[in-house]
């Protein structure tokens, strides 16, 4: 724990030097540093440093099973935390980094165990976000950094999200403003035969099939018994405070159950908060629910960027169950639906016109 965690507001294109300066000496004495990259806000120490990262752990009440990723600066530091360099992953490197694109290789010497939870394989990336970039060239060494918030909890994509997780137990936070991605980096495998994406993420699986061909994406619920070889894939995770329900089906069908759904709750007593994207709000009128609107169905990437600040909003507004529905599978929708699923702790409602007419 520390006294009081320090802000220091930064401009997200042109970081103040000696705010990164300060925040880089901070890292190399082995203290804790929450910065924004474009995906969520970081929380990072240096990653070679083993009693440094066990601070990320005893911050974010980490279980030791679940890995952290190390964000480098530039790709030609990959020989620095990885054992065998791949050319698709050179490859990789040079079409999508900067950018939300983990990939998980062999790990090099130099990378403590903690870091990978005793695993064999690194997951690493360069992030795009210039505050981000900055840091780690600054400090001159790897960050490991994963998500700046308690553990399983909703992710942060703002300042305020981090301090209100883990305001006096971090030294400082870089507020670079809102995380532009707004979901976790895409975690792909490449020490298999072919190619996996173990987390999806902000970059679809349509962009890695265009670079690579046959992408495969991992599907099984890991329980975290053994060491995960990617951060974010146990079967509860980026979770609000309130029960969420995820309804799966043909948009007007799932908007119907919702709808039923949410009059049931509240004739029981409930606070009920809806997830929605605008072109739904109107299923919805005349009940007394609280509404966080994602944004429209025409950009899932803004409903990807609102996704998590909506979740910790409704949270806010005392909700006791909160209901939304899933996007699809196409490009980001792979990603929105993978958070919420886990979110929801596997409560998904599978919705048909013939469950709706029975």
């Not at 009693?51 to 964000?71: C, L, Q, S, T």
């Not at 010497?109 to 064999?120: D, H, L, Q």
């Not at 949410?262 to 809806?274: I, K, N, S, T």
């Not at 792979?334 to 958070?339: F, H, N, P, S």
Request: charged content about 20%.
């Amino acid at each position: 724990m520390v006294n009081q965690t320090l802000v220091l507001k930064v401009d997200p294109e042109n970081p103040d030097p000696e705010a990164i300066e300060r925040a880089a000496a901070i890292i190399l004495e082995g203290r804790l540093v929450a910065f924004p990259t474009e995906t969520v806000y970081g929380l990072g120490a240096n990653a070679l440093d083993a009693d440094a990262v066990a601070g990320i752990f005893r911050a974010k009440e980490r279980p030791a099973y679940d890995p952290v990723i190390v964000h480098l600066s530039d790709p030609r530091q990959l020989p620095l935390v990885v054992a065998h360099i791949p050319e698709i992953a050179w490859e990789l490197a040079a079409q999508l980094w900067p950018g939300p694109l983990t990939l998980v290789l062999e790990r090099g010497s130099r990378i403590p165990a903690i870091v990978t939870s005793g695993g064999t394989t690194v997951a690493v990336r360069v992030p795009a976000h210039p505050v981000a970039r900055a840091l780690v060239e600054c400090a001159g060494v790897p960050i490991a950094a994963p998500s700046a918030n308690r553990f399983g909890q909703v992710s942060p994509t703002r300042a305020e999200h981090v301090l209100a997780d883990l305001g006096g137990r971090i030294d400082l936070v870089l507020d670079g403003g809102p995380s532009a991605v707004g979901l976790e980096s895409t975690v792909l495998s490449l020490v298999d035969s072919v190619p996996t994406i173990l987390r999806p993420g902000g970059v679809s699986r349509e962009v890695l099939e265009q670079l690579l061909g046959r992408v495969e994406v991992q599907r099984r619920v890991l329980s975290g018994d053994e060491p995960l070889t990617s951060p974010g894939t146990t079967e509860k995770h980026y979770a609000p405070k309130a029960e969420l329900i995820l309804y799966s089906g043909r948009r007007e069908t799932v908007l119907t159950a919702m709808r039923e759904a949410v009059q049931r709750y509240l004739a029981a007593g409930e606070r009920v908060g809806v997830l929605l994207a605008e072109e739904d709000l109107a299923a919805f009128a005349g009940l007394q629910v609280c509404s966080q609107l994602l944004g429209s169905l025409d950009s899932l990437a803004q409903i990807a960027q609102q996704l998590y600040a909506s979740l910790r909003a409704l949270d806010e507004q005392g909700v006791t169950v909160i209901l939304t529905r899933d996007f699809g599978e196409c490009g980001l929708g792979l990603a929105i639906r993978d958070r919420l699923t886990r979110a929801a702790a596997g409560r998904v409602v599978k919705v048909s016109e013939q469950s709706l007419n029975s």
